[in-house]
């Protein structure tokens, strides 16, 4: 029986009693046909417009030197060039696996498939690396059908893309953009949801006294507003830190009349926290004894403001109650502020 190949690597199958006096430089060929095709690397030159069939040859092409075996049979795969149109590059129409990286320029298509199966090849993106495989007539991206992954960080050129992505935090969608300064969820109604734990919050932290804008309008259904509570009395300067939330709640009595003072809070001034054309309201809750007493003096960042009260600015607090003041600061420029204050007594 004469000599055979195998059908994917075209390995040699020596016939007993054949190849008297070659049979070792036979064997060598199989070998460095190995050694390709576990490690060995090839670039291939793809450009123009015209499909590309990889060269293939059984292992008795293959000579001494391993660095001239045929194109199908290396491990790792560079198409190069510059595509004028779209274009296939066909491998044998048999089981294998390949690093490829698609190294070519132009704003065209490179589809890998088995020779005979076009329409089931897969599309390289350009300027990337991946590894495939194939059954002898589809070809199969594997970096594109990834079970569960995990990792501390994950940085792409390209897409990132999943049902679910997991990394030391979770993120997931089914089209996500993510750039320098932008998520961008494409759907038509996408949704921030968060689906484990029991009663689990969903936090926007900005970096600093920074913000989290909203520019729209919204639509909210339930609001939870914190409260600073203190065992504090009202008596000489109160310094109302914003930045630390918009309610303040003594649970002292007042002593003495006092000075508000609204600021950012003892690093931040109110003037650097707000831009002009913007406001803030902030209440500042005051419990009552038999003697009672009042704001008489408001200020913002230390500077004295006159505010336009409601009904008229008080004169005294109301015993025996709790009162509430509430003070918009609208800021008009820098430094300069129309302050909206009104005080109500709680009995």
């Known amino acids: ?39 060995g690397y090839q670039a291939v030159p793809v450009g123009g417009s015209a499909n ?23 491990a790792t795969l560079e198409f190069t060039g ?47 690396k991946t590894i495939v495989y194939t059954d ?23 897409a990132v893309s999943g049902t679910t992505i997991t990394g030391s935090a979770n993120v997931a969608g089914t089209n996500i953009v993510a750039t320098a300064n932008t998520v961008d969820m494409q759907g038509s109604a996408p949704n921030v949801i968060a689906s484990g734990g029991t009663n689990t919050d969903i ?5 600093g006294y920074g913000l989290v804008t ?7 259904q339930q609001v939870n507003e914190k409260v600073n509570t203190s065992a504090t009395a009202a008596t000489g ?21 006092w000075t508000f003072n609204l600021r950012g809070n003892s690093s931040v001034t109110l003037n650097n926290y707000l831009d002009s054309g913007e406001s803030i309201t902030v209440a500042h809750i005051v419990p009552q004894g038999s003697t009672a007493y009042y704001a008489n003096v408001v200020q913002i960042d230390g500077s004295t403001v006159t505010p336009k009260w409601q009904g008229g600015a008080p004169s005294e607090g109301t015993a025996n109650s709790t009162d509430t003041y509430t003070y918009t600061a609208i800021k008009t420029g820098a430094n300069t502020y129309t302050v909206l204050a009104s005080l109500t007594a709680f009995e």
């Open 1 to 39: 029986m004469p000599s055979s190949f195998t059908s994917r690597l075209k390995l040699e199958r020596q016939a007993s009693g054949e190849n008297s006096g070659t049979w070792g430089n036979l064997v060598n060929y199989v070998f460095n046909r190995v050694d390709a095709s576990v490690s």
């Open 52 to 74: 590309v069939t990889l060269t293939s040859n059984n292992s008795t092409s293959n000579t001494d030197d391993d660095a001239t075996d045929d194109q199908v049979h290396n």
């Open 82 to 128: 510059t595509l004028t149109g779209d274009i296939h590059v066909f491998t044998d129409a048999v089981e294998q696996n390949y690093v490829v990286f698609n190294n070519t320029s132009g704003s065209q298509s490179l589809t890998f498939a088995n020779t005979g199966h076009a329409a089931n090849g897969v599309v390289l993106k350009q300027g990337a």
């Open 136 to 158: 002898g007539s589809s070809v199969f991206d594997v970096n594109q059908d990834l079970a569960d992954i995990k990792a501390t960080s994950v940085t792409s050129n390209g």
């Open 203 to 207: 936090n926007l932290s900005p970096k």
């Open 214 to 220: 909203f520019n729209g309008g919204g639509k909210i």
């Open 237 to 257: 300067t109160i310094n109302f830190d914003a930045l630390d939330g918009a309610v303040q709640n003594f649970t002292t009595n007042a002593s003495a009349n």
